[in-house]
């Protein structure tokens, strides 16, 4: 069965300040990986979605790899912002379902 | 394109009573849709799929009887949580598959806040 583990579990920094968030993966054998952003009580909102033939996904401010061999991928966010506060969950699409990684509470101070 | 809808957003309601949650696509067939549940401070559990026009199927630990699943049409699947109970309050995410692609291209609902007093 896969397992999703990120770390940090929370992070805290100064707005304006470029941050790296992880996310690994017991299982190599994935169809894809996704980024999601859940702003609290809410649902998820996509941010990179990347297949497992791919290396890195951008979208903005964001940019996401895959190292689909050693299990990991990270997200990394440039200039962080304020509004970019909230909880940042990977999930591995693997096995005809999603696992999810317990996420990381990211909170950029103004 | 590619929105789902939850209704509701939130619901209180009496231990012993049931609930019943909407999951619809709005401009999309979902032949496949997914039901997560998340507890506070976790992330996301798959309960059950469930495809048009059959039985869904339980992930292990999930009580069908308890869970029951429909999904009736193309752009419609309910969940209800029959007997509720307290431990049963938690955060409902649905997603939807769109018809004719792949399982992993889902796109997922607002959420359902359930608070079972």
């Known amino acids: 069965k896969q397992e999703v583990t990120q770390i940090p579990a929370a992070l805290s920094v100064p707005e304006g300040e470029n941050l790296v968030l992880n996310c690994s993966f017991t299982?190599?054998?994935?169809?894809?990986l996704q980024w999601f952003r859940q702003d609290p009580g809410k649902g998820l909102t996509s941010l990179l979605l990347i297949q497992s033939s791919q290396r890195e996904q951008t979208s903005g401010r964001l940019n996401a790899s895959l190292d689909k061999s050693s299990g990991r991928s990270t997200l990394y966010i440039a200039a962080s912002q304020p509004g970019d506060s909230a909880t940042y969950l990977c999930a591995v699409g693997a096995g005809n379902q999603f696992y999810f990684g317990t996420g990381t509470s990211l909170t950029v101070i103004p | 394109g590619a929105v789902v809808s939850q209704h509701p957003s939130w619901v209180i309601c009496k231990s012993g009573t049931s609930v019943k949650i909407e999951c619809r696509s709005l401009d999309f067939q979902a032949t496949t849709m997914f039901w997560y549940r998340q507890f506070p401070k976790q992330s996301l559990m798959l309960m059950a799929t469930?495809?048009?026009?059959?039985?869904?199927?339980?992930e292990q630990g999930v009580e069908k009887d308890k869970f029951l699943i429909n999904h009736a049409s193309l752009t419609l699947s309910t969940l209800t949580v029959t007997s509720a109970h307290p431990e049963d309050s938690s955060f409902y995410i649905c997603?939807?598959?769109?018809?004719?692609?792949?399982?992993?291209?889902?796109?997922f609902g607002p959420g359902t806040r359930l608070t079972v007093t």
């Open positions: 299982d190599s054998a994935i169809y894809n």
């Open positions: 469930s495809n048009e026009g059959s039985k869904a199927t339980y």
């Open positions: 997603s939807a598959r769109n018809a004719g692609t792949s399982i992993y291209e889902q796109y």
